[in-house]
């Protein structure tokens, strides 16, 4: 009887295991990280994904980009910039309140967002600009506020990032490569 039970959970998970696998591709990335303290450091990872390689995908799994809204497109604003602050009663207290400023040009996208800071939360400026493709494709972002930063983003013909570069200044200290879609 114990054998028996035992096949029946095993077909069970492999059954639940197929219906959550199907229809998803496995993708492996290089992630390398060419400045480490005993060099370049390179670490193949392996996903298990369905959807598009976009912005969202880079940031739940390699955290890069981190800054940048969730609409990168808003067709209820062109050429406006709107900033929103986490407490509307302290407006322009960065001691304990902080803003949010996302600038738009004339086709709705993303040109500019901005973080204020907040000296209570310890927490740094940023202010990316992004830069796009003729596709509408964001290619860069810039932060040119405290660390410099710049992350570019290589597509496929689908659309989907292949490639994630980002830097500190003129350094290359990460970047993230699509090796294997199966």
């Known amino acids: ?3 028996i039970g035992m096949k029946t959970i095993t077909t069970i998970l492999l059954i639940l295991t197929l219906n959550l696998v199907y229809g998803q591709d496995t ?5 390398a990280t060419p400045n480490g303290f005993k060099g370049q450091i390179t670490d193949t990872r392996t996903i298990v994904y369905s959807g598009k390689l976009d912005l969202d995908f880079y940031k739940k799994h390699f955290f890069t980009p981190y800054h940048y809204p969730q609409k990168m497109v808003d067709t209820n604003h062109k050429n406006d910039t709107i900033t929103k602050w986490n407490d509307s009663t302290k407006v322009g207290d960065f001691n304990t309140n902080w803003s949010y400023t996302i600038t738009y040009d004339s086709l709705s996208r993303v040109t500019s967002y901005r973080y204020s800071a907040c000296m209570i939360c310890s927490q740094l400026p940023y202010e990316f600009h992004f830069i796009y493709n003729q596709l509408g494709q964001v290619i ?3 932060n040119k506020l405290n660390d410099k930063k710049t992350i570019e983003f ?6 989907n990032i292949v490639n994630v570069k980002e830097y500190h200044g003129s350094d290359l200290t990460k970047e993230i490569e699509l090796i294997n879609k199966k």
Not at 27 to 31: A, E, G, N
């Open 1 to 3: 009887m114990a054998t």
């Open 140 to 142: 860069k972002m810039i």
């Open 27 to 31: 993708l492996q990335f290089d992630v």
């Open 154 to 159: 290589k597509y496929d013909p689908a659309g």
